[in-house]
């Protein structure tokens, strides 16, 4: 699946849970953050994030780190900086999982960067995984009865 026909399905569960009157499910933040995120769209990914910090869920430092380190093929060293200069020009909350998404993103570029790597994709230092989400997404978007768990 072409990564905007994901990002139109997402926004679309997305809008669905809101007309609803249910918080979407944390696994739509996070993927629509990695998606704008690789589609360079960095305040869109902060506006989301800023959006995620007020849901009653958290997202660790290291899910965070986890989700950009398996998918280092799809955004560079060179797009998290953008990602972390983008949140820090922006005003957004000091909540949770604000924080713990800044705190991955100094830690990925510091350690990428005294490697000497700045601008390689995460995948020359890090194997590349299929992405952990995508499988619950797709189960997700195609039976959105699973949008409880």
Same mark, same amino acid.
């Given at each position: 699946?072409? +990564?905007?026909?994901?990002?139109?399905?997402?926004? =679309?569960?997305?809008?669905? *849970?809101?007309? +609803?009157?249910?918080?979407?499910? #944390?696994?739509?933040?996070?993927?629509?953050?990695?998606?704008? #995120?690789?589609? =360079?769209?960095?305040?869109? +990914?902060?506006?989301?994030?800023?959006?995620?910090?007020?849901?009653?869920?958290?997202?660790?430092?290291?899910? @965070?780190?986890?989700?950009?380190?398996?998918?280092?093929?799809?955004?560079?060293?060179?797009?998290?900086?953008?990602?972390?200069?983008?949140? =820090?020009?922006?005003?957004?909350?000091?909540?949770?999982?604000?924080?713990?998404?800044?705190?991955?993103?100094?830690?990925?570029?510091?350690?990428?960067?005294?490697?000497?790597?700045?601008?390689?994709?995460? *995948? +020359?230092?890090?194997?590349?995984?299929? =992405?952990? @989400?995508?499988?619950?997404?797709?189960?997700?978007?195609?039976?959105?009865?699973?949008?409880?768990?």
């Amino acid at each position: 699946m072409k +990564a905007k026909n994901l990002f139109y399905l997402l926004e =679309h569960a997305f809008d669905m *849970s809101l007309e +609803a009157g249910e918080i979407p499910h #944390t696994l739509i933040f996070i993927e629509m953050v990695f998606q704008a #995120t690789a589609q =360079h769209d960095y305040k869109r +990914a902060v506006t989301l994030v800023n959006a995620m910090a007020h849901a009653p869920f958290q997202v660790s430092e290291r899910q @965070w780190t986890d989700l950009f380190e398996k998918n280092g093929d799809t955004i560079t060293q060179d797009g998290l900086e953008k990602l972390l200069d983008a949140l =820090h020009n922006c005003d957004v909350g000091s909540e949770a999982t604000v924080l713990n998404l800044s705190r991955s993103l100094l830690r990925l570029c510091q350690s990428y960067r005294s490697r000497g790597l700045s601008s390689s994709p995460l *995948s +020359a230092v890090e194997p590349q995984k299929h =992405h952990p @989400w995508m499988v619950i997404m797709r189960k997700f978007m195609i039976c959105p009865q699973h949008s409880k768990y």
